[in-house]
Every structure is written in C-alpha cells, then in structure tokens.
C-alpha cells in the first residue's frame, strides 16, 4: 500500500507520515500545496492521496479541487479528504462527481490509526468512506417527510452503516447479525431505495448518495 | 473722434453699483438729453428741409421723433431696471445716434453743426448695432462681435466721417452754399470721392459682418434666451439690412444723399428702430410674466413637491432636460441631488456650471447647457424666485444625504464585523485546531509501543489516550466554535449550501421551499443566513410547531426571505419559555438581525396569520 500526503501544517504532514509507516503502510512523498501534490501524484501514481481540504493559496477549498483533478486524470489513485468541517455538503461534492475510492474524514481521525488504515484500505479497494461523525449527524437530522421514512429503524442503521463505506461482512460485526439478515436489510434498503436494478457496488454509492441528499 | 469706446468687458461689479437717486437722476438727464438733442435736430431739419429726411413733413418730423425718443426711452428705462449694465445707456445711445443723420445738412447756419455732422452722420448704424447685440447684458459676448464693431466705426466714423471731412472743402466742392468746415486740411475732392466709395464698398462688408453675427447669435442661444433676444434683434438686423440698401443703392454716386428712395430707406429704418424699442419693453413684460411663473411653479413646488422637486420645475422653464440641480453638503463639502444621492457636476462637454450664490454662500449649484444662463441677471432671476423652495430642498437633501452616510456607515460596520467574524473563523480553524491535530498526532507518536518497561507502560499509554480523548473533544468544540462564528461553507459556496446545511443542526425540520443558487454579495448572504439561523431556533422554541419552511426567492435586486413556522392544529403559537404575549417576545428576539438587514437597506416583519403560524419576512436589497 503505498500513499501520498498533502497538508500545509509541517506537523501535521510529517507525524501522519510517521503514524502510517508505523502501521506498515509506504509513504511515497508529502506536499505542502496542491500543485506539489498534483506533481507527486503523477510520478509516484500511488493508492491513495491524504489531501487536507483548506491548502494555500487561498485555504478555502484546494484540496477537494486536487482530489476532484486526482479523481479525473488519475483514475487508480484514491483520495481521502481530510476536513476540519463537519459539513456533509463538502463530502458530497466529491461523491457526487466520482462515486468510487474516495473518503471524506474528519481530521481528528489521524490520531485513530486504526480507523484511518481501515479507510486506507477501503478506499484503495474501491470504495468510499465517510466519517462516522458526518454519518451520525445525518441520521439524527430532522427531517421532513421522504423517502428515508420508510425505512425501519434497523434500516436506516444499516444504510448508516453502508454509508461509513462498510461491507455486509463489516455490517454484520458492528451489529452483531448473521451475514444472511444483514443481506436481507441491505436488499430492503436498495429496494425501498429504488435501486434494486443497478451493480451491487454502485448501488452502495447511490443509497449514500440518497442519503446524503435527503 | 466720434467712436465711442467699446463697452465689451465692463464688469457687473456689485459694489460699483449706483445708488436708487442716482438712477434715477442719470434715467432722467438721460431722457431730457436724449429729448432736447431729438427736438433740437427736428428744428434743424425743419429749418432747411431740402437737404434733411424728417424736416419736410409731420410725417418725417414724426417719424425723426419717435425713433429716436422710443429708444432713448426705452434706454433710459432698461438703465433704471439695470443700471449696472450698459444695455440701457447703448440703447439711448442708439437714439440719439439716429438724430445724427440729420446734421450733414448743407442748409445748416452753423458751420459748427455742420461739421459734427460731416464727421458722425453715418454712426447710428454701427451705435444701433452694439447696442442690439450687447442686449441684454451691455457686453459682446464674442471676439468676433468686438472686431466687427470696431470694423463697423472704423468704417461709419473715419473712413465715411473723419477722413473724408478733412479733405471736404464745401465751397469748392459742389456746394456752394454749405456752412464752412471747421476740420477741413487741404481740399482734395479725388480722394473725397475715393474714399466715399471705399466707405459704402466696406460699409456693405461690415453690415453683412454684424448682420450674420446677429443671426448666429440667435440661432445659438438658449431658448429662454433667444425668446428674449429675437424681438431686439430681429428689427435691429433688419434695420442693417435697410442701410445696406441705402449704401448699395448710393454706390454708383458716390456718396451719401437724401433722394426720394432714401427717404423711403429712412422713414422704414424709423420703423424698425421704434419696433426694436418696443421688442425691449416687450422683453420687460415677458421677464415679469416669467418671473411670475417661476415664483409660482416654485411655490406650487413647495407646497406639494413635485416628484423630480426643484430641478424638474427648473429644467422646465429653462428649457433644458439635463439640467442637474446639486446641494452641496457635508465637510468637506460634496455634491448631493434632493433625494440625498450623491452628484458630480462640472463643466466640459456642452456643459458649465453656475453657482447659486446667496449671502455670499453657495445654496446650490447648477449644472447647465453651455450658455443657458450666462446672463448674471437671470442667474440672480433664478435664484431669488426659487429661494423658499432651494432653501427648503437643499435642508432636505442635506437630511437625506446624513441618513445615507449613516446607513452606508452601518452597513461598513455590519461588513467589518462580518470580515472580522470570517478572520477568527479562520484562525481558529487553521490555526488552533490544526495545532491540536497536530498534537494529537505527536501524543500518539508518543505512545509507547511494546515497551521494554511493562510496569509504567500501561500507566502511561492510558495517560496518552486520555490525553488524546480530551483532545478531541477540544477539536470538536472548536470546530463547532468556528463554524456558529461564520460557517466557511457560506463563504465558499453561498446562501442556498449554508442554508442547507443548517437542516442538520437545526432544533425543527427545515423545508427548503426554493433557495437562490446564484452567489449574492457578501452582506446579503451574511444577513440572510444568519436570519435563518434566529428564524429557526426561534421557531424551534416555540410551543407547537412541528418544523418549518424556507422560502427564499431572488429577483429584481431584491433577496426576499420567509420563514414560516409550520404550526400543529391548535390555539396558535407561543415562546414556551416566556409568558407574555407571541408578539414582542419574537421580534425583540430578532432585533440583532433585523439590524444587521436594517444596515444594508432591508426590512424585517413578523406576521402572525390568523390561523396561528408565524411568517418572518425579510426583503434585503442585492444592489450595491
């Protein structure tokens, strides 16, 4: 496994390096902007690119501008976002554009290393990955009236859940279910959902997406 | 010498200005002088009629009278109406000019008179002339009129008078019987002849000169100007005209006479000339009616101020659609319209601008078309008839200009406290949380790995994470700080994304009937979120409201916000944790920011619906 990290914080970019290269994974180079990164990314083509969400010059949105550009022009390089917002506005818009290998974390998370290499190692399967905090604050919304009302509660756990960017095995750990009652929620969801027609790993992307959007 | 000077460049000086008796004695001399010269020359003509224009009948010595006397009159009164301007003086000196035409007479006893005569007979032409296109205000208001003029008494006084007079021997020289020439040299009747011709040939260059003057000056005027020009120009030109003829028609002899065309030349020149006095005093009826309008559209205007105010009713009757009418106000002073909006006058392009001046401070100031008001009189006109009202606007504009500066500070201080609010947002999110970020991952760096000491290793590892947990929690704090300070979402992607995002925060569920996509400026979207944040946590202490919708719509420059309380069935609503009444309590709680709309020229209104739900209404202007 092999990544890069762009954050303009020294001490942050470089105790990150070292936190991953402790857990085993290979830190292919840093960048303190996104045009270094963009550079990194291009030669050292690694799984995943750590990208902080406020970057010079202006520190308002560079990093989802480099991780939307890695998404387009580097399509076997993951991106994982890490933000000092709990605004699932700025998750959407990287899943809206690239539904696939793509995660959007809350920055305290680098200090949980077991939950960062766990969404390392997701995102460079191929799947997304949204922070719990974000997820739970979707959840607890109120909300009018829609479509995610006709999900029981058990549901809407497990579409959270889906959401966070676990499988059915990783579901049916957290909820201590059998894998075959978890498969028979996440099935309901996808059909209450409207999605019973599409590939299984779009289907997880879209039920986040309708759960986002909700 | 007959010129007289050229009264071009006198100067309306106030303070050179002649007392009322003075006037009054100077009217009066003027006029008795002007009547004595008029029937001293009558008596004269009459005496030796043969060589005279108005000496052989009533109906010349009628026509000799009233010419001349209607214009010394008129003179004599325009200079008691304005003594400070030449106009009067140049008209009675047009008059008594007119008589001059009389003393060339052969038949003439005194040598004396006959030799004035010799030497000013043609000079009522070019007096007539300066004193029609000086009209009204006594000056030439063009080089090209001064060297016309001076063309004019060059030619009329010394090449038709003076010089041929020095060599006009009248006893040798056909004429036997005239009296003797008092300037006479040395007689060369060749050069007499000469320069006789000479004079008509020029005296037709001059005449066309002054004639098109005239026009072009008529032509150019204001129209408020020209409706007080043509009635003394008009017969003045076509006076010219008449003597052009006379000099045309007296070319072929060489000199100057009195046969029977040009008597009939000159009873029609009397005409014009009494016409010219006339178009004077008609000027004079046609000032005070004017004057009469102007007080009373001006005071219609006070009374029930028009919607344009002042500068419309000025625009009118002067005759002019981009005429502007500036207060100045403030310290240092600036320049504001009626309404208080500011105006930048001065000249160039077509335009000048003339300050109203009273009690030596200016009231205000007009910006005009080029030579609408180069009269000082009009200017004075002006402002005397729209005193009340000017004075009336210019306090007005002066209140509304305040209130403009103070709405505009307000607005700077609502804009600043914005900036400062986005600052520490910033600060406190690249600055305080990443340090704490950045700690949390050093205390994890910290903690140890398998450590060769079992006995302190746990103690310390639980020492770091508890560490790390009270970090945490720091980070979310402050992360929930920043964003109630100013959410960064508002600023990077605008109202309807920070609207929106508020759904997840907020105490009730938020409908979003339509937000506005388009970005708004800075102020607008601050004033409108931060709206929707009091609106909603407001709504949501309210007693029975099970959510509540936002409706936020965009055009025409106006951000019209509603934030309606979607009320359950039952007895209407109310703060749960107050006990007085619905009302107050909901807009003393909004009064943060409806001054925050207040500041950038919206409004804010709470409605209660009969039904119970409350709307909050808010219209915030887009405009700059």
Redesign the interface.
């Known amino acids: 496994m092999r990544v890069v990290i762009a954050d303009d ?1 020294m ?2 970019r470089e ?2 390096a ?2 991953l290269e ?1 857990a085993g994974i290979e830190v292919a180079g840093t960048a303190g902007d996104g045009r270094k990164l963009m550079q990194i990314v291009s030669t050292e083509q690694p799984d995943v690119a750590i990208i902080d969400i ?1 970057m010079p010059p202006t ?3 560079e990093g989802l501008v480099a991780a939307e550009q890695i998404r387009r022009s580097h399509p076997g390089t993951g991106v994982l976002i890490l933000s ?7 998750a959407m818009r990287l899943l809206q554009d690239h539904p696939e290998a793509c995660g959007y974390l809350l ?2 998370r ?2 949980d ?1 077991a939950v960062l290499t766990d969404a390392i190692g997701r995102i460079a399967d191929g799947e997304c990955v949204l922070d719990p905090t974000i997820v739970g ?2 959840v607890k ?4 009236q829609g479509r995610l009302d006709q999900l029981t509660q058990r549901e809407r756990e497990v579409l959270a859940l889906i959401a966070e960017g676990r499988s059915n095995h990783g579901i049916s750990e957290v909820m201590r279910l059998s894998p075959k009652t978890v498969e028979a929620h996440v099935g309901r969801v996808f059909s209450k959902l409207g999605l019973d027609d599409t590939p299984d790993s779009h289907r997880r992307v879209l039920a986040v997406l309708a759960f986002l959007r909700s | 010498m007959a010129i007289r000077p050229l009264a071009c460049h006198d100067s309306v000086v106030a303070a050179s200005r002649p007392t009322v008796t003075t006037v009054w004695i100077g009217a009066l001399a003027l006029g008795a002088v002007g009547a004595g010269f008029g029937l001293l020359t009558l008596a004269e003509a009459r005496s030796a009629p043969a060589g005279s224009f108005g000496g052989t009948s009533w109906v010349g010595a009628a026509a000799e009278l009233s010419a001349g006397w209607a214009l010394i009159v008129a003179g004599a009164v325009e200079f008691l109406r304005r003594p400070a301007r030449r106009a009067g003086l140049l008209l009675a000196g047009a008059g008594i000019g007119w008589f001059f035409a009389e003393w060339n007479n052969p038949g003439l006893n005194s040598p004396a008179a006959f030799t004035f005569g010799l030497i000013v007979s043609v000079l009522a032409a070019p007096l007539v002339a300066q004193a029609a296109l000086a009209y009204p205000t006594g000056r030439l208001d063009s080089r090209s009129a001064q060297g016309a003029l001076i063309f004019a008494y060059a030619g009329a006084g010394l090449i038709l008078g003076m010089l041929p007079a020095v060599f006009f021997a009248p006893g040798q020289q056909a004429c036997a019987l005239c009296p003797a020439n008092l300037v006479l040299v040395r007689s060369e009747p060749d050069l007499v002849g000469g320069l006789s011709r000479a004079g008509l040939i020029l005296g037709l260059g001059w005449i066309a000169a002054l004639a098109a003057i005239g026009a072009r000056r008529l032509r150019k005027a204001s129209p408020l100007l020209r409706r007080m020009l043509w009635p003394v120009l008009v017969p003045a030109g076509c006076y010219l005209l008449l003597v052009g003829t006379d000099f045309a028609h007296s070319l072929p002899r060489g000199t100057l006479s009195n046969d029977s065309l040009e008597h009939r030349l000159w009873l029609a020149e009397a005409a014009l000339l009494v016409l010219m006095a006339l178009g004077v005093s008609w000027v004079w009826i046609r000032d005070h009616r004017t004057r009469a309008t102007v007080v009373r559209l001006v005071m219609e205007a006070v009374q029930s101020p028009p919607p344009g105010g002042l500068r419309d009713v000025l625009a009118g009757i002067l005759g002019d659609t981009s005429l502007e009418l500036a207060y100045p106000v403030g310290e240092p002073p600036r320049h504001v319209r009626a309404d208080g909006r500011p105006v930048s006058v001065g000249a160039g392009d077509g335009q000048a601008v003339t300050p109203l001046v009273r009690e030596g401070r200016t009231v205000a100031i007009l910006q005009h078309r080029a030579g609408l008001l180069d009269d000082p009189g009009q200017v004075r006109e002006v402002v005397a008839a729209t005193r009340l009202g000017m004075e009336n606007e210019r306090l007005q504009a002066e209140v509304l200009a305040r209130l403009e500066d103070l709405r505009a500070a307000q607005a700077r201080i609502v804009a600043t406290g914005d900036a400062e609010r986005q600052r520490l947002e910033r600060d406190l999110h690249d600055g305080a949380q990443q340090r704490l970020v950045g700690l949390s991952i050093a205390l994890r760096l910290a903690r140890p790995q398998p450590d060769p000491d079992p006995a302190s290793a746990p103690r310390l590892a639980g020492l770091i994470d508890q560490a790390g947990g009270e970090l945490r929690l720091a980070i979310k704090e402050l992360r929930d700080l920043a964003h109630g300070i100013y959410p960064a979402l508002l600023a990077d992607e605008g109202l309807a994304a920070a609207v929106e995002a508020l759904a997840c925060t907020s105490r009730v569920p938020l409908i979003m009937a339509s937000l506005p996509q388009e970005r708004l400026p800075p102020q607008v979207e601050a004033a409108g979120y931060f709206l929707v944040v009091e609106a909603s946590e407001l709504i949501g202490a309210l007693a029975g409201t099970h959510g509540a919708t936002v409706d936020a719509k965009h055009d025409a420059d106006m951000l019209v916000i509603r934030i309606t309380a979607d009320a359950a069935a039952g007895p209407g609503l109310a703060l749960t944790d107050t006990a007085a009444g619905p009302e107050l309590p909901l807009e003393a709680a909004l009064t943060d920011v409806a001054d925050r709309i207040g500041a950038i020229g919206g409004r804010l209104r709470v409605e209660h619906v009969p039904a119970g739900a409350v709307t909050i209404r808010a219209e915030i202007p887009c405009g700059s």
């Open positions: 914080t001490l942050i105790g990150t070292r936190l402790q406020r520190h308002t949105d000092q917002y709990l605004e699932p506005r700025y920055k305290e680098l200090s290393i604050r979707l919304r109120p909300r009018p």
